[in-house]
């Protein structure tokens, strides 16, 4: 695992294009040290999606938290809108432009993931989402992918170091390896019911060698009252209309009593899939889309330098200020020295963003997993997948 940065080689800020190196090299041979403002933004989202969730700012606070530099953010799990700077860092330019490429890499990827888990989440509307993605990640980073795919949503992981760390049981069902090692659908479905703790719910892959309402109906017969449910992962050259293949499963499984059995679907499943097949699945396992899922292009522009308002082209200049009104819950960003009292409806604006890090260390405790899940669960839940 040679070309793996270790979290030693992340924190001392290694993981650095080199045109920032040359950068502070540049100042420091001149002696200029100058006290920036910088900000995080994104100023658009990946296809269509109108908002997003922010997720990677602790592993950021980490980085900042051994810096002498103080930065605010948005909290962890946060939902925020383009142009809105989810991450200001004051200090001298030199202590953490090669941080820059850390940073960004932090925040861009962990918060794609969560913002598709978040989408698929919503899609769902109640019905269970896993995440299932691991094996389209690199294993070094999965157990990140999945905490971003939990604390967005998603109602569990699928590898066992990932749930360890987040302190939540490990979810999945059965592959097909097992089923062809077997020889038969019915008879991995046995096994497992006579092998696994009782605990885990017993959901039986009914594709691996005939049509899914034939297997369905035999697992069912085998298992009994013990089958939670049956997964399809209908391969994409077998698969036609999915949702139909659902249906049929759904009225087979009703006519012969087993209706308290659950339809699980996986394979290829996005936020637009689960909105198809909601009226026969209840429940999801989602892969790609959420682990290889676009990333926010998070950019830090430097916007004060030595207390002048300045940026570059298509960026205004001055430190900012994120307010969010307690009334009508309207958002706005202005220039941190105009910043108004008052929303446009009357009520009291307040600052999203909190100080985060500052004297080298971090501001407060860093919130727990369960906080983080909820505030991201709570503040999509109104919200649109389309603009
Ligand atoms: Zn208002």
Redesign the pocket.
């Known amino acids: 695992m040679e070309f793996h940065a270790t979290s030693e080689e992340v924190l001392a800020g290694r993981v650095c294009d080199v045109y920032f190196r040359r950068t502070v090299e540049i100042l420091k041979a001149r002696g200029l040290r100058k006290r920036v403002v910088a900000e995080v933004t994104a100023k658009s989202l990946p296809e269509s999606w109108p908002w997003a969730l922010l997720v990677g700012i602790e592993e950021c606070a980490e980085v900042l938290s051994g810096l002498p530099v103080l930065s605010r953010s948005l909290p962890e799990g946060s939902v925020f809108y383009p142009w809105e700077p989810v991450l200001t860092i004051e200090g001298c330019y030199e202590e953490f432009a090669e941080y820059e490429t850390t940073l960004l890499g932090l925040l861009c990827q962990a918060s794609g993931v969560a913002t598709c888990a978040s989408r698929c989440r919503k899609a769902a509307d109640g019905r269970s989402v896993l995440s299932f993605g691991a094996r389209r990640a690199h294993p070094m980073v999965a157990p990140m992918v999945e905490r971003a795919a939990y604390v967005a949503g998603c109602d569990g992981v699928s590898t066992v170091l990932a749930a360890e760390k987040l302190g939540i049981p490990p979810s999945g069902t059965m592959p097909h390896s097992l089923a062809l090692v077997m020889g038969s659908t019915v008879e991995a479905a046995r096994a497992f019911d006579e092998v696994i703790d009782q605990d885990v719910p017993r959901i039986a892959l009914v594709d691996t060698f005939g049509d899914e309402k034939f297997e369905a109906v035999a697992a069912a017969e085998a298992l009994g009252g013990r089958l939670a449910g049956v997964r399809l992962d209908t391969p994409g050259s077998r698969r036609g209309d999915l949702r139909r293949i659902a249906e049929e499963v759904r009225w087979e499984l009703d006519l012969r009593g087993f209706q308290e059995v659950k339809i699980f679907v996986s394979g290829g499943i996005n936020e637009y899939k689960i909105l198809e097949l909601n009226d026969f699945a209840d429940g999801y396992g989602v892969g790609t889309r959420i682990s290889a899922a676009p990333t926010v292009d998070f950019a830090m522009d430097i916007v004060e330098v030595d207390g002048l308002p300045v940026a570059k082209r298509g960026m205004a200049s001055g430190r900012k200020a994120l307010l969010g009104?307690r009334?009508?819950?309207?958002r706005l960003v202005a220039p941190a020295a105009l910043a108004p009292a008052k929303?446009?409806?009357?009520?009291a604006l307040e600052s999203l963003v909190k100080p985060l890090t500052g004297d080298g260390k971090r501001t407060g405790d860093p919130p727990t997993i369960a906080r983080i899940r909820e505030r991201a669960i709570s503040q999509a839940a109104e919200l649109s997948l389309e603009p």
Do not use: E, K, N
């Not at 009334?327 to 309207?330: E, K």
């Open positions: 009104c009334s009508c819950r309207a929303c446009h409806c009357g009520g």
